[in-house]
């Protein structure tokens, strides 16, 4: 508990040091192609509604206390509104976006502000309509394993008031102490247990979303069988903010481990990585719960940078292995004969197990702050990408050839088990000589592997120009189309997921 406060303080401070002492270049100077739309630009009328409807406290807009809200997590993108509305109930979000599709006030929904594709904060001077104040957990019924929770929930937070039922969330991320759940569901958020539990598609049983006109779309369901007609709730999972706002959302959340290891490996190639994969699969079985991957590059990140140390010696490749399941006796003899296994024949190198909880939050820190280190590199080119296995680590090698002398930093690390690479490349400032360089042949590569140009960021700002390498064009044009359907002025998010 101490130590992931202390990782939320440290994630918020990283926050408040890159908006306000190196404050990126503004988005429409970095991507002048982009051309605001038609809306209206804000008025004192307009800002007189909002504050007579919420009060002054929950207006924000002066230029300083908005900055934070339009500077995303890796500083890639910066926006310039001057306005920030925190409401507390759906019918606040309802009146708040009937006023703004009324007078054409481009809206950017905000929840933790940790999204990595630049899809949290306004491009231009979109009103910024933040969930932060409607965080109240409505019920938890430790018997179905159902939360019902207000969209601005904090993920740790959640996992700590289902702890005490005997529950948990069926995901989580290295954002937890920051991210909040309806922007885990809009982005349909992936992680560590996506393995064990799967996305969620499968664990959001149920949604209320306001939609761009104000309208409440009530589906919050709370029952795990429930097939009446079409099922809207899935609009609302993934579609980061263009078709709707979030505002409460109901979640199958499993029992929580009784029995808990972690195991950390160092490897000597690629292939040992996977071998050790399919071998714990195998062996395993229903108690693996992670299965992670991370190069020399991103252990060094965080070695380096926020001075962690790793339990073993130094190596190419490394594994987070995590086990759980509600019989201590059964797991321990499952994870040692693995262990036997994979050591004796070769495959790992060496490596530590420990169901002590300060050393497995230590080992987890190693994989889950390496975004957070690589900020202090300079400035970040991120990829988030889906691979077909055998080329998951193909693209760095790739990378590293084609950037020579260009990048600091080329790093892999990802969810092995779910094919997930995060591809980093660091530079000590943004280049756009570097961008083009890596865009879009990151892409291209990608698309001729049969891979997802995003595995479980989202599309965000960053990546319309490319989700055609990985949609066909009817299903964009279907998506347009719903889009069009639910938001036709397109106030809510407009610039992001849709090519332009
Ligand atoms: C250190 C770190 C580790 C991460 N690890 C992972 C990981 O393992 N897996 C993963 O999938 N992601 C990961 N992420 C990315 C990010 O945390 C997730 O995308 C997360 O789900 C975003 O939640 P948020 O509340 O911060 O949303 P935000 O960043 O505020 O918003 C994300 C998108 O959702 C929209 N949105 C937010 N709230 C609502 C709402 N209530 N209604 C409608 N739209 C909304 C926004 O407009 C935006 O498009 C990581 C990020 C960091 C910084």
Redesign the pocket.
């Known amino acids: 508990m101490f130590s992931s406060l202390n990782r939320a303080r440290s ?1 918020l401070s990283l926050i408040r040091y890159y908006s306000s002492e190196v404050l990126p270049q503004l988005t429409k100077d970095r991507y002048p192609n982009i051309k605001r739309g038609n809306y209206a630009v804000l008025t004192q009328d307009h800002l007189q509604y909002f504050v007579d409807l919420l009060g002054r406290n929950r207006v924000l807009n002066d230029p300083s206390d908005c900055e934070t809200y339009n500077i ?3 500083k890639s993108v910066r926006g310039y509104s001057q306005c920030v509305l925190k409401p507390q109930t759906t019918e606040e979000v309802s009146k708040i976006l009937s006023f703004c599709d009324e007078h054409r006030l481009a809206v ?10 630049g ?2 904060v306004p491009v231009f001077d979109e009103v910024i309509l933040s ?1 932060t104040l409607m965080n109240k957990i409505i019920s938890i019924d430790d018997i179905s394993g159902v939360l019902v929770c207000e ?2 929930c904090i ?1 740790e937070e959640l996992e700590h008031a289902l702890g005490e039922q005997g529950l948990m969330m069926p995901l989580d ?3 937890k102490g ?15 247990r996506l393995i064990r539990y799967g996305n969620l598609h499968g664990n959001v049983l149920g949604v209320e ?1 306001v939609k761009a006109n104000g309208q409440i779309i009530d589906c919050l369901s709370t029952l795990k069988k429930d097939n009446t007609g079409y099922h809207l709730k899935h609009l ?1 999972i993934g ?4 078709l ?4 409460k959302v109901v979640i199958h959340c499993p029992q929580k481990p009784t029995s808990l290891s972690l195991a950390f490996f160092g490897l000597e190639s690629f292939d040992n990585i996977l071998s050790t994969f399919k071998r714990a699969k195998k062996e395993l079985g229903e108690i693996l719960s992670s299965c992670e991957m991370l190069d020399a590059q991103s252990l060094n990140v965080v070695k380096t940078h926020l001075k962690l140390k790793s339990p073993i010696d130094d190596y190419p490749y490394y594994m987070v292995i995590e086990t759980s399941g509600s019989n201590e006796q059964h797991d321990e003899e499952k994870l040692n004969r693995f262990l036997e296994g994979v050591m004796g024949d070769g495959l790992v190198m060496d490596g530590t197990v420990t169901n002590e909880p300060g050393k497995m939050r230590s080992i987890w820190d190693l994989r ?5 280190a690589l900020m202090y590199d300079g400035y970040l080119y991120k990829y ?1 990408i889906s691979l077909p296995i055998k080329d998951f680590y193909s693209l760095i090698p790739k990378m590293i050839e084609r950037l020579g002398s260009d990048a600091t930093r080329i790093s892999g690390y990802g ?1 092995i088990g779910d094919g997930n690479i995060h591809l980093n490349i660091s530079v000590p400032k943004f280049r756009q000589d570097v961008l083009k360089k890596i865009e879009p042949y990151v892409y291209e590569l990608t698309s001729q592997l049969k891979g997802s140009v995003s595995a ?3 599309v ?1 700002f960053r990546k319309p120009p490319y989700i055609h390498y990985s949609k066909s064009q009817n299903s964009i044009d279907l998506m347009k189309d719903l889009k069009k359907m639910m938001d036709p002025n397109n106030i809510l ?1 407009p610039y ?2 849709l090519p332009f």
Do not use: M, W, Y
């Open positions: 994630l995303d997590f890796i950017c929904p905000q929840g933790g502000n940790t999204g990595l594709v899809g949290s969930t969209a601005g993920l991320l290295g954002a920051s991210c909040r759940i309806g922007g885990n569901v809009s982005t349909n958020a992936g992680g560590l979303a609302f579609s980061e903010g263009t709707g706002v979030v505002t889950e702050r390496i975004t957070e988030d969810h479980e960021h989202g965000g998010n992001k997921v």
